[in-house]
């Protein structure tokens, strides 16, 4: 069972930069892509943005795209979300994610990111 491990939420002001991380328990080299998702009070989870570790290609949400990046570290086993130019929409519960080539998914215990008008 791998374990996800996050950190870097918060509470920032509208403008304002965090920075999640998300370092899993064994090696992402043989896993098929790793994102993150979000969800906030009353809404359905939805992917942020997803990197697959071969390659490094990447996936947005049309509502973050040019205000964050997701990165990977594979000698850390370590997904990075920067996220700039927060504003209020993007405060939600932040989970980390990893698929397996079977398709199958584990999740983070997830990170407050408060975004303060």
């Known amino acids: 069972q791998v374990q996800l491990l996050e950190s870097g939420g918060g509470l920032v002001q509208a403008g304002g930069s965090l920075r999640l991380s998300c370092t899993a328990s064994?090696?992402?080299?043989?896993?098929?892509?790793m994102g993150w998702y979000r969800q906030a009070p009353g809404k359905q989870r939805e992917l942020v943005a997803r990197i697959f570790i071969i390659g490094g290609s990447t996936n947005y949400a049309g509502s973050v795209k040019g205000r964050f990046t997701i990165s990977r570290d594979n000698a850390k086993n370590t997904v990075y979300l920067q996220m700039n130019s927060l504003n209020p929409e993007d405060t939600a519960v932040y989970y980390c994610?990893?698929?397996?080539?079977?398709?199958?998914?584990?999740w983070g215990q997830g990170t407050q990111v408060t975004v303060s008008s």
């Open positions: 064994e090696s992402i080299g043989s896993f098929n892509a």
């Open positions: 994610n990893l698929r397996t080539y079977r398709n199958t998914m584990y």
